[in-house]
Structures are given as C-alpha cells and as structure tokens.
C-alpha cells in the first residue's frame, strides 16, 4: 500500500508532467484546509493576511474569501497602493514604517487611496518625514498604526527575547506617542500592532532538541504572560487619546493564544497558509504542507547521490541550516553538510537516491513562506492530481517591492 507521501508525489508529479522544472506549485485543497483551520484557532476574531507570506495577487484574493479573512497586512507602501489599485483589497496596513516619498506623495494625492491604506509608524520623526513630502494642508488625512514593541526584556532590558522592531516598549512610551499624533495635523490614528515573534515565529518542538524545545516553551508562557498584561495597558493608554478601530496582533505560529488577549480585535497570519518547513517544528499547530517547488534531477556524481539542477531558494533570517529548504520527496532525500541547497546545482544523499535517473523530480519545501515566490514568475494550482490553474507571482506581474 502507498504511504500519504508516495501519493502526494505521485499527484504531483502526474499534474505537472508537462512541466519541466525547476518550478512551483500550491496544492489548493491543502491551502484552503490551512486557511479553514487558522480561522477556526481564531476562535471568531478577523485574520488579517499577511501578504508577504504569500505574494501572489490570486492566492491573497482566495484567502480573503474564505469565511473569517479579512484586510491584508503589506510588507511596503507601494505593495499597498498596487493591491488596492487592483481591487485585491480595500482595507490595508503597510507592517514596517515608509520612506519611500513617490509612495507617500501618491498615497497623499488620492483621497480614495487615503481611506483604505494606513500607515505604521513609532517615532515622530516618521511623520515629519511625511509633511516633508506632503504639507498636512495639502492632503488628506493619513491613516497611522502605532507599532508596538512586542520582545520580552528581563533584567532591566540586559536580556531581549524576541526581534527588534519598534523602540514603543510600554504603555507610557505608547500613550506618549498617541498623545504626539493626535496633536499632529493631517494623521488620523487607528491602530495598534504588535508581533510577538518570539512566540509566533519560533517552534516551540525543534526536532532532536527536547531540551531546547523545553527552554522554548517556558520561556513563550513567561513572554505571553508579561505581554498580556503590557499590550491591554498600552491599548488603554492610546485609547485615551484615539478611537480605535483594530488591535493587531501575532502571526500563523500564534493564532490561538494571541486571538484569546482581550485586547487584541484582529491576528495576522499569512505562513500557515502555504505550510512551509519552519512550522513543522511547532507543538500547537502544524500547517499541512500547501507549497512546493520541484528540481529535476540532472546527474549522479557516485553510488548513492543525485543532483538536480538549482535548489538553492534559501529564506531569510540566520544564516542556519533551518533556513534552507528541504527535499520532500521522494522520502528519505538529504542535503549534503558540505554543500547544502546549491545556487546551480544541489546534491543529495539518502535512501532513495540511487533510484533516481536523469529527469526525475525531486519536491522540495521552502523553509518560509512568500520568499519562494522570488524565485518563480508563476504558482501553478493543482487539485488532486490535475494542474487546474497557473497564476503569477509578485515577481510575474514585474513586483519587486524589496
């Protein structure tokens, strides 16, 4: 009998066998159960996307008609602009602050524009970069999202868990800035974000490392309950100077237990969708594996090696061996240690590399999410085991937004 994996490839490979590789593909029963299930770890709070997870104009409009989806989360301003140009979405949050003054002037000349993309930002200075561009006078009002620190800092701030983003760590500091926009003419404050990356973006079970996934797990419990209490302050503190209108929090790693802070109204999540290989180190939730890129077999070096020509899509973050992707299938496939996941080519070792030949597929999985769609001008869709649709990525429709 098959195993689930021998008939995942098999439907793979049968819908794609007039492709020639290296290319991807989005098996859409897998990222539609993804997008039902994260909705459903939401427990009826809206789950704003998170658009550089996926990168792709179709899939971001397919997520968004699925029940409890709503609003996209934007890596720049101009991604912004464009999804709302294109009718994808009419309600946007740029995730990082701006500097890019064609951006800003075009966002500050459509009114239309205006209403439906909102801008983050944590320092003053960020708006006095705005009013260079565009003089409060001459434009509409502009939308702002606070962004709020959201790493755990123990011992008076010597020890920081989590990323750095926002230097906006406690609810004085926010109320403070709150207070700054408000005073400001031509911004309109309406939000609140933060993203807890320590919990949402770090597997709490690292294969192997029991220890280290007992260390993670004490440590997000510890940083959840401490950001509980600091995220319902600052709400309140910027509440006393501005209505509301959201409160963002998390990402695809921590929907659940973000979705149950009272203070937060909206989750943002995006990785989940596709599934990729980071996420298979967490306890709560795995994601079904949704993306794939195949890699065609071009050579065999010695007895028990195979090489496929590329391969090397690695993601962002350290520069550690998690972030290179991983031969799926067939299983029991490895990268090399000496080589890894090669620019032109990549060999790999295990069990079942003797039987491939010149021409055979090889499936890999992206460590994250949207960066594999920098690599492809198309996502081919497959259903069961037919290719039912081919989209275009960011990179096909000429996107390059960072």
């Not at 699925?66 to 140009?85: D, K, N, Q, S, Y």
Request: proline share 7%; glycine share 10%; with cysteine.
């Amino acid at each position: 009998m098959a195993t689930d994996s021998e008939n995942l490839r098999h439907r793979l490979d049968r819908a794609t066998a007039h492709l020639d590789p290296p290319y991807a593909v989005v098996d859409l029963t897998a990222f539609d159960a993804n997008a039902a299930a994260l909705a459903h770890r939401a427990g009826g709070k809206p789950l704003r996307i998170a658009s550089k997870s996926l990168r792709s104009r179709d899939l971001i409009t397919r997520a968004l008609a699925r029940p409890g989806w709503h609003g996209v989360m934007a890596f720049t301003l101009p991604e912004a602009i464009w999804l709302v140009r294109t009718g994808v979405t009419d309600n946007v949050v740029v995730a990082y602050p701006t500097v890019d003054r064609r951006a800003l002037a075009e966002l500050a000349a459509d009114p239309a524009l205006a209403a439906t993309i909102t801008l983050m930002v944590d320092d003053p200075d960020q708006l006095d970069f705005c009013d260079a561009v565009c003089a409060p006078g001459r434009r509409p009002e502009l939308r702002v999202c606070l962004d709020l620190d959201a790493s755990w800092r123990l011992l008076g701030g010597r020890v920081h868990v989590g990323v750095r983003r926002s230097p906006v760590h406690t609810a004085r500091a926010a109320g403070r800035l709150a207070a700054t926009v408000t005073a400001r003419p031509g911004f309109r404050l309406v939000g609140l974000m933060s993203y807890e990356a320590q919990i949402a973006g770090l597997g709490d079970a690292p294969p192997g490392r029991r220890v280290l996934g007992t260390a993670i797990r004490l440590a997000q419990r510890g940083s959840y309950r401490e950001l509980l209490a600091r995220r319902g302050a600052a709400a309140a503190a910027v509440r006393e100077h501005a209505e509301l209108e959201f409160v963002n929090g998390g990402g695809t790693g921590s929907v659940a237990v973000t979705s149950a802070d009272p203070a937060v109204t909206e989750v943002t999540a995006g990785s989940g969708l596709y599934g990729p290989t980071l996420f298979d180190a967490y306890r709560r939730w795995r994601p079904t594996p949704a993306a794939f890129f195949a890699c065609a077999v071009v050579r065999r070096p010695a007895p028990g090696l195979a090489t496929v020509l590329g391969g090397g899509w690695i993601a962002s973050g350290p520069a550690a061996a998690s972030r290179q992707p991983r031969p799926w299938l067939p299983a029991g496939l490895k990268l090399i240690g000496a080589e890894g996941a090669g620019e032109v080519q990549t060999p790999l070792a295990g069990a079942t590399a003797a039987a491939l030949r010149p021409g055979d597929r090889v499936w890999f999985r992206h460590a994250k999410s949207g960066e594999l769609c920098e690599h492809v001008n198309e996502l081919h869709l497959v259903e069961g085991d037919e290719m039912v649709a081919t989209v275009p990525t960011y990179r096909g429709e000429g996107r390059a937004f960072l």
